[in-house]
């Protein structure tokens, strides 16, 4: 292996369900003040999927383009991280390795750790990237994410996939080499198999969420990682954005850095401008941060040429559980040329509004488990959609 390969995030595309649900609707359903989901959590909507939409049609959504601009040639591999699984043996990678026609000659998996599964992807691909330089390895982050109606996770609900193409050289995003591990056997949130909805203890997996952050970088800065001043930016995993702001504020203080509110915006602030719409992604959430730094870098630099060209970005990937890796990137210089900002911005426009008896109804239904013909109504206007369950199978259909 040559000593200055470099390997990480050469493209970067989301995508997320037909129909979005505004916080204002739920906080009218639930007597909540609006304040509390606006201010407190830091959301403003959730994004819900359509009957015919699921973890494998947002999946193939989000990756469609990369394989449009890239083709499939150098894609050996497909990781599909996800906790909201499909199938107990089939990997979801393999509906989408079909719907996108990749070629027969690639391993395709899929990994689960909570919302962390994704980050161990993009390790495992920089591993493989690193074996062979001339191989991409196509990353995938796809979650629902679904909790009790009237529960207090039901206002952190969303859903969204990330598709990320990895390489040598890239265009975006180098990913560096120490890494900080943080693993704790603690049952702050889980979904037995029998269940369609996450079970939560939402301040013990607050308190989880910032220990693993200690953890993390206490052992990243045991392994010789940057100090946190080198970094332009911090992309914590959030499943609701305030939680970024938590961690970061724990962070510093855990440095023994200064905790002004206004350094903590500066480090936070243009990562969560997609997950504050989106609701919280799971294995997506982090990547989804990275994609909001990216894409407003020019607002960020008050429109400067060259944004965040060269600078080094923090990023904090945690999976309740627990397992949480802090790790560090540095954007390429030129990344601008490569992005997808009207393609992201349009995902998120294009979703339909429910009411909120709409979305309820979305949110009761489930499948038969009688292996009979289930078609699916006709709602998404994505380019992929679930037809079908027949015969215990899922059919999933190009539009
Ligand atoms: P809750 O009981 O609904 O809310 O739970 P709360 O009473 O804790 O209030 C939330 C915040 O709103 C508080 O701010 C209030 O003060 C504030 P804080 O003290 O935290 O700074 N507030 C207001 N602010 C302005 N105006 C008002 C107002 N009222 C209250 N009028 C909770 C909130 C997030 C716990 C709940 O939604 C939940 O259980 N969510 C699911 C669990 C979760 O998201 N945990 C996060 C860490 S674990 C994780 O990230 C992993 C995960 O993604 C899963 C995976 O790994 O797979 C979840």
Redesign the pocket.
């Known amino acids: 292996m040559s000593s200055d390969l470099t390997t990480g995030i050469h493209d970067l595309s989301f995508a997320t369900g037909e129909y979005v649900l505004p916080h204002t609707a739920l906080a009218a359903y639930n007597g909540t003040?609006i304040?509390?989901y606006h201010?407190?959590?830091g959301q403003r909507s959730m994004s819900v999927p359509a009957a015919d939409e699921d973890i494998v049609t947002m999946a193939a959504a989000a990756a469609a383009p990369i394989v449009a601009r890239h083709g499939a040639e150098r894609i050996r591999t497909v990781v599909f991280a996800t906790?909201s699984s499909v199938d107990q043996a089939k990997s979801a990678g393999v509906y989408v390795h079909s719907l996108l026609q990749l070629p027969s000659a690639c391993r395709v998996v899929e990994l689960k750790q909570?919302?962390?599964a994704a980050t161990a992807a993009l390790q495992l691909a920089i591993g493989l990237v690193r074996r062979d330089p001339s191989q991409q390895v196509l990353v995938i982050a796809s979650d629902v994410s679904k909790?009790d109606l009237d529960s207090?996770?039901e206002?952190?609900q969303g859903a969204a996939a990330v598709a990320m193409l990895i390489g040598a050289d890239p265009a975006l995003v180098r990913i560096e080499e120490p890494s900080g591990l943080f693993t704790a056997d603690v049952m702050?949130?889980w979904r037995p198999n029998y269940r369609e909805t996450?079970l939560?203890d939402?301040?013990q997996?607050?308190a989880?969420?910032l220990q693993a952050v200690e953890g993390t970088w206490k052992d990243y800065a045991e392994q010789g990682g940057r100090p946190p001043q080198e970094f332009a930016a911090f992309c914590y995993?959030q499943?609701?954005t305030?939680?970024a702001y938590?961690a970061h504020r724990h962070l510093l203080n855990y440095c023994g850095q200064a905790t002004d509110e206004d350094a903590v915006e500066r480090a936070v602030k243009h990562t969560t401008a997609y997950n504050s719409v989106i609701g919280?992604s799971?294995t997506a959430?982090v990547y989804l941060a990275l994609a909001a730094l990216l894409d407003q870098a020019g607002d960020q630099t008050g429109g400067q040429d060259g944004g965040l060209d060269g600078r080094s970005v923090g990023f904090l990937s945690?999976?309740?559980g627990s397992v949480a890796e802090f790790f560090a990137g540095t954007v390429v210089p030129g990344y601008r040329r490569h992005l997808r900002t009207a393609a992201h911005r349009a995902a998120i426009d294009r979703r339909t509004p429910l009411t909120y008896a709409e979305y309820r109804e979305l949110h009761q239904r489930s499948f038969p488990a009688d292996g009979g013909d289930h078609p699916t109504p006709a709602q998404t206007t994505g380019p992929f959609r679930l037809a079908a369950l027949r015969g215990h199978k899922r059919l999933y259909d190009t539009r």
Do not use: L, R, W
């Open positions: 003040d304040g509390k201010t407190g959590i906790e909570a919302c962390y909790y207090p996770g206002a952190t702050d949130f996450a939560v939402g301040q997996s607050i989880a969420y995993h499943p609701f305030k939680m938590k919280n799971y959430s945690y999976g309740s």
